[in-house]
């Protein structure tokens, strides 16, 4: 049996909320500043937005989240809706709809520069009508960084070099938008009598899958060569005589010959594979000129002067074999190095096309709506998908930034730096925490994810709140899962953002859907946010000891009996007191019971 003084009883129950302590959240929150979603299964939302707004928030979000939900809304809805937000002081925003603005449909396995323009018309139009609800004011509008793309793995630390540790790439085509998974791998090879293992990571596999590709179009090029160069040797002796006169414009085979009208219709056929050659060349070269840098631009230049200098006014088909088989070496050559990188990760593939779509629609908003355009913010996806990380959402909206000031020097006449300062106010990030807790299914730890949250804070404009476990798409209250939302915001905050300006969305569908009530009350006894907006307490974390319930009672102090006799009039008091309860029998005075 334990000694007396060492025995302790702690930590019976967890579950519950304080309501000793005020919480760290506190500092960060403020009950004005918490909004909550409509439900994204209704297009009802004028009456969505009039029900939310009895939980007595500041700010509603009309989740749009599905491609055609607009197509389902009134534009009088809308118009009805931004009276009420008017009427009664609320801010309304709006989460556009969740679909794939790079172009890649991965059911079809490519990629259609069609569907990156019809993602970019449908983002435009979901600008353009959310701007209805704010005309007058900058409507926040979310959409996702990227939606249904496979993302690449890596772990949290960079490598050696400074690049992703990559434990898978998800490599994608430039060209086709094809996409090919690439793992580690070992592979064993028999050397010095000695079968060897050897390891590659994604990385490695990555850069042999270019060099394969490459080489293996040079080859295809290399075999049609062959097949001429057989033709033109084997007919060599009768042929060479006839090459001047085949130069001619007046060349007439006809007058040939019969054993050389015989070869000049070899020669034909062998020219058929040399026209495939230069048709599968010049491809070739447009591909390496279109997908390679600046670098290997160059290079391809001084290529084709030089071919050119080589082939000039001859067409001597042995001349032209031999210049042709030289230019293709020189293609494949590791010293010139133009292969381009026509497999690259699918984030910087995603970054570029996504880039452009939200640059394109921010400006195409900015051109109608000028000082009261949309705001348009860029949300991290659940980890799992492509441009998951605070990493690659920054470098997403930075590029569409880019992409809007390009439009609007050229199409505006604007400078530079006014270009810049609209682009930086009209495109930011939205930060999702509990998509961001999901890098633990990844090995990321709590500091891990603070740190990719942190990299947001730059271009971070709206927030969104829910908690999760870190392996499930679960929207919990705040407080119910373990995402690490004090230390984010503590980070933030440091960091210089203006956390209290930000507004903060309760998006909390598992309430919604399992326990058919509002979200935003559980979030705020969890975030223990202040009560009033000045002055000391009470908290939000300390509610459930401020409320009572009427027909609670007031245990024996004032028990239930009390209530049923005195609560309701005179219909319960006995007939004795001038009330309607008949007794039986008897009464108060006499000592009998009375029923």
Do not use: C
């Not at 000049?264 to 390496?288: P, Q």
């Not at 998509?435 to 994810?449: A, F, P």
């Amino acid at each position: 049996m334990p000694e007396k003084s060492k025995y302790t009883i702690e930590g019976i129950y967890q579950g519950g909320v304080s309501t000793f302590k005020s919480y760290p959240s506190s500092k960060y929150f403020s009950a004005g500043s918490l909004g909550v979603t409509t439900d994204p299964r209704s297009a009802n939302v004028l009456k969505e937005v009039s029900d939310k707004l009895s939980a007595g928030v500041k700010h509603i979000e009309i989740e749009a989240v599905t491609p055609d939900f607009f197509d389902q809304v009134a534009k009088q809805h809308l118009e009805e809706t931004r009276r009420l937000a008017k009427l009664t002081g609320i801010g309304i925003s709006v989460h556009g709809p969740v679909i794939d603005t790079t172009g890649i449909d991965p059911r079809r396995g490519g990629y259609s520069e069609s569907d990156r323009v019809l993602a970019e018309k449908k983002i435009i139009q979901t600008l353009e009508r959310s701007h209805e609800l704010n005309p007058d004011g900058n409507i926040p509008v979310n959409f996702h960084s990227a939606e249904g793309l496979p993302g690449s793995e890596f772990g949290p630390k960079p490598t050696k070099e400074g690049g992703r540790d990559y434990r898978r790439i998800i490599a994608v085509d430039r060209e086709s938008g094809k996409l090919v998974p690439l793992e580690k791998e070992e592979r064993w090879y028999p050397e010095g009598g000695e079968v060897v293992k050897k390891e590659y990571n994604p990385q490695k596999n990555l850069a042999i899958l270019n060099e394969t590709n490459w080489d293996n179009q040079i080859t295809q090029i290399l075999f049609q060569k062959e097949r001429f160069d057989e033709i033109l040797e084997r007919n060599r002796p009768l042929l060479e005589p006839i090459i001047e006169e085949m130069n001619k414009e007046n060349f007439n085979p006809n007058l040939l010959p019969s054993a050389q009208q015989d070869v000049y219709r070899k020669f034909k056929d062998a020219h058929l594979y040399l026209e495939e050659m230069h048709k599968m060349t010049h491809s070739l070269f447009s591909k390496a000129y279109e997908f390679g840098d600046d670098r290997q631009k160059e290079k391809l230049q001084e290529l084709a002067k030089h071919l050119g200098e080589a082939m000039g006014n001859d067409r001597n088909p042995f001349t032209e074999s031999k210049v042709m088989h030289d230019f293709l070496l020189a293609l494949k050559s590791p010293q010139l190095n133009v292969a381009p990188k026509m497999y690259v990760p699918i984030e910087e593939f995603a970054l570029k096309q996504s880039s452009q779509t939200y640059g394109n629609a921010a400006f195409e908003a900015y051109k109608k709506y000028g000082k009261s355009t949309p705001i348009l913010t860029i949300e991290n996806p659940p980890a799992g998908f492509a441009l998951s990380t605070g990493e690659d959402v920054k470098a997403l909206v930075e590029k569409s930034r880019e992409e809007f000031v390009k439009r609007a020097v050229k199409e505006k006449g604007m400078g530079e730096k006014e270009a810049m300062h609209i682009a930086e106010k009209t495109i930011g990030a939205t930060l999702d925490v509990g998509h961001m807790n999901m890098l633990r299914k990844y090995g990321y730890s709590e500091e891990d994810i603070v740190r990719e949250s942190e990299k947001l804070g730059p271009v971070l404009k709206h927030l969104h709140l829910s908690d999760n476990f870190g392996f499930e798409h679960t929207e919990l209250a705040m407080g119910q899962g373990n995402v690490p939302l004090n230390m984010i915001m503590e980070k933030l905050q440091k960091s210089g953002v203006k956390t209290e300006e930000i507004k903060k969305i309760i998006e909390g569908s598992t309430i919604w859907t399992h326990f058919k009530s509002s979200p935003v009350y559980p979030s705020l006894e969890l975030l223990g946010p202040k009560m009033n907006t000045s002055g000391k307490g009470p908290y939000w974390n300390q509610s459930p000891g401020l409320l009572q319930d009427y027909y609670g009672g007031f245990g024996m102090m004032l028990p239930s009996v009390n209530y049923e006799t005195f609560g309701a009039g005179f219909s319960r008091l006995p007939a004795e007191l001038g009330g309607s309860m008949q007794g039986a029998g008897g009464n108060r005075m006499s000592g009998r019971s009375m029923e």
